[in-house]
């Protein structure tokens, strides 16, 4: 017989199982593998429901807003009124039959080109130069970079505006004591569309390369070492070094910096509309500028909400096609 200390309570719990009907106790089954996993899976999204919900919030629903819209004959008399019609496509056939629209989408186009190619270029060249020269001066030239960026482009334009104003700009008075273009003491910028443009082009490119030379340095400085004296013991001069050895390390960089310059200098409002307000004329008046008159001073916010559209839809081309040809051509993201 086995000793009853070990046998009675085995017995004991059988017996009550019986006189219960033959039900057994549940047992805890603990959770399977693949369960567990999916609870893991799903705590990042739970976290960053928040998030996704204010950012639909904020970007989506505008947007939807802005198409729905276009579609409309929204005007000065629906924000007093709230009524308004749904039109279709009408906004779209008057806009694409507008001679100012692709007056202002040519302008863009070519103003962006010539913004971009100022600001990289120019961007490039401070990088390069601050990998040049000794820890001190790389320290100071990041502060004033620093600080030129932190700049609200508002504040900066309104600084800009007093720099060439007529009469008593420091610009203007810069010229006229070097003499080279005679008395422009009384020379307004905003009066000629070639020099309306340079002082709108010299602004947006003072305010575009801090950003990009500061990003390009960043990138500049982990360029192995190795790679440059290996083309200098080869024989090759500075400027084939820079450009067969780091151009090579700084295209992914450089790939994102054009992007984003074409996507912030396509939409350039500011600075245009506080220097020269579109003109003389609409010589200086871009897209942005064209919407902003379209819909908040002629009050055609439908129509307005149609040129943003399109402006969009564009510029999302414009940039497929870039990183497209860029793909094909081998380039590394």
């Known amino acids: 017989m086995a000793p009853v200390g070990t046998t009675a309570p085995r017995r004991a719990s059988a017996t009550a199982g019986a006189g219960s009907g033959g039900a057994t106790a549940p047992t805890a089954v603990p959770p399977s ?17 928040p998030a996704g919900l204010v950012l639909t919030g904020v970007t989506v629903v505008p947007i939807g807003f802005l198409v729905f819209t276009s579609f409309t004959d929204y005007d000065q008399r629906t924000l007093f009124t709230g009524a308004y019609s749904v039109v279709g496509l009408q906004q779209y056939v008057t806009l694409l039959g507008d001679e100012e629209f692709w007056a202002s989408l040519v302008r863009t186009v070519l103003f962006t080109a010539a913004m971009v190619a100022g600001s990289v270029v120019i961007g490039m060249g401070v990088s390069h130069l601050m990998t040049r020269v000794g820890r001190a001066w790389r320290y100071a030239m990041t502060v004033v970079l620093i600080l030129a960026w932190a700049m609200p482009n508002v504040a900066s334009s309104l600084v800009w505006n007093w720099l060439f104003q007529p009469g008593y700009g420091v610009v203007n008075w810069l010229l006229a004591q070097l003499g ?10 905003a009066e000629d569309p070639a020099l309306a443009y340079t002082a709108i082009w ?10 990009i030379a500061l990003t390009l340095n960043a990138a500049e400085t982990q360029v192995p070492a190795e ?21 090579v390390f700084l295209r992914p960089t450089l790939l994102l910096i054009t992007i984003l310059s074409v996507i912030w200098d396509y ?52 940039t497929a096609v870039y990183i497209r040809s860029l793909l094909r051509a081998g380039e590394d993201l």
């Not at 790679?227 to 151009?247: K, N």
């Open 180 to 189: 080279v273009f005679g008395d422009t003491t009384d020379l307004n910028w």
């Open 267 to 318: 939409n350039v409002f500011n600075q245009i509309w506080l220097v020269s307000r579109g003109g003389p004329g609409d010589s200086t008046s871009t897209l942005g500028v064209f919407t902003y008159v379209t819909a908040f001073v002629g009050f055609d916010i439908g129509l307005g909400a149609a040129i943003s559209v399109v402006t969009t839809l564009l510029l999302l081309a414009m």
């Open 33 to 49: 593998r693949a369960a567990r996993a999916r609870r893991r899976d799903r705590a990042p999204l739970l976290l960053l429901l």
């Open 202 to 211: 010299l602004l947006i490119v003072w305010q575009a390369v801090p950003f």
């Open 227 to 247: 790679h440059q004296e290996a083309a200098r013991l080869d024989g090759a001069g500075e400027l084939l070094v820079y450009r067969a050895v780091t151009l």
